[in-house]
């Protein structure tokens, strides 16, 4: 036969995966195949495939009579937008996408060539989990693939879209990633499934309850995302993905813009209603600011008394944290505290600039929030500011009250530029709570005038201008300009923090 006809059949078989019945299969779930994701992900034409022909090594239960050619992962590097990455896919037409010895060292293979050439890697899972065939050989592939996740953390993005299954100590492998994006209704993590559940706590719950896409954006904060189907879920990784940088010594991508960059925003003059306790929309503001009025969400679902997200500003990326009003009057908490610890990292050892907008009343009281370790939540927020070097500029619109205002970038944190907006309240606390404690004991009368006496004082940025702990108050229609202004005077800030093995953030 041909040789070149032979490689063509070789080939042929190999795209075939677990065959057309197993593909229906997949397509009748609502599923893509491995191929049709990778192909829908990556720029047309730009695949290249590794180690389409390996096939694992088992002798046991008759295995070695069924060696399918690519052993349920696919793997190569393509491109996103010109941008280059890497990506493994997990077949779920080939044994069920189980992880064997050979296949996680595909996987291994272009992780440690992500981490070689400096660019990311988007794992795509669809997995029953270990080869239960193969025992412990796959429970050492998976740990060889969890210490390259650790290894690239910081150094490359790494992505993880949950297209399947993705049980037991299978789940690790995303939970090390940056970004975990779910599909509705196709997708599930657990540590445990559900039958473990109902023997071990008598709990009767389904896969989609335990570890759907709903529990895990709206519940758990596991994922970052939940999107409806396969390709709404691809299309939105290659969305994300152009905000990020390529590794941790490249600068975030700028791209070509259509936006003023002095745009004046007449209506931001009024989105702080007169009342102080009205909420209103942050997410007007960041919509406002941004390029194009394109903002990236992270987390939309869970925590949402805390914004955060992507935008571009002159074509660079940016990432926003953003108190909202909206919900529980935008107090810190546990969950918000964590939600945005863990994005401002990101920024910093990506070096995206962070913005931070700022209308914070204090953390929320209460003993489920003290029982739950609010002290030690609170403080990854505080810390993960503090240590962050990349350029920070803030924005206070409204309150900024006591512990919350430290934490939210103040100057004390080494922000570069905090602005505030005249209707600003930057004090220890409410005017109300801190007169009460003032003059306790006094006629209700009194504390009322009081109360006026401390807000006309103290409820106003210039208080914390006169020392210097606000740069400078800015007029609300003017953000987008300042801010612009802002972060294009730090591009070349240089600062550095004392040697240390590694920092020690309370977890
Ligand atoms: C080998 C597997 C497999 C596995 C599925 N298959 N999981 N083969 N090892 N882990 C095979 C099936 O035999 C079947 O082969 C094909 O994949 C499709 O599976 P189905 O069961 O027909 O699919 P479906 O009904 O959709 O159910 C999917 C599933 C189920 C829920 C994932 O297959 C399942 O429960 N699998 C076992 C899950 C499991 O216990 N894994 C080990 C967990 S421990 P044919 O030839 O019929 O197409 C673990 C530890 C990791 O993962 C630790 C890391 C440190």
Redesign the pocket.
Known sequence: MDILQELEDRRADARLG?GEK?IA?QHS?GKLTARERIDLLLDEGSFEEFDMFVAHRCTDFGMDKDRPAGDGVVTGWGTINGRMVYVFSQD????????SETHGKKICKIMDLAMQNGAPVIGIND????????GVA??AA??DV?QRNITASGVVPQISLIM??C????V?SPAMTDFIFMVKDSSYMFVT?PDVAKTVTNEIVT?EELGGASTHTRKSSVADGAFENDVEALAETRRLFDFLPLNNRDQPPVRPFFDDVNRIEESLDTLVPANPNTPYDMKELILKIADEGDFYEIQAEFAKNILTGFIRLEGATVGVVANQPMVLAGCLDIDSSRKAARFVRFCDAFEIPVLTLVDVPGFLPGTSQEYGGVIKHGAKLLYAYGEATVPKVTVITRKAYGGAYVVMASKHLQADFNYAWPTSEIAVMGAKGATEIIHRGKSPEEIAARTAEYEARFANPFVAAEKGFIDEVIMPHSTRKRICRAFASLRSKKTQMPWKKHDNIPL
């Open positions: 677990g197993r299969a779930k779920f037409t080939v044994m069920g996408g189980s992880v997995s029953g989990g270990a080869r239960i065939q193969e796959s429970l998976y740990g969890f399947g299954p049980a037991g100590g299978a690790y499934g896969a």
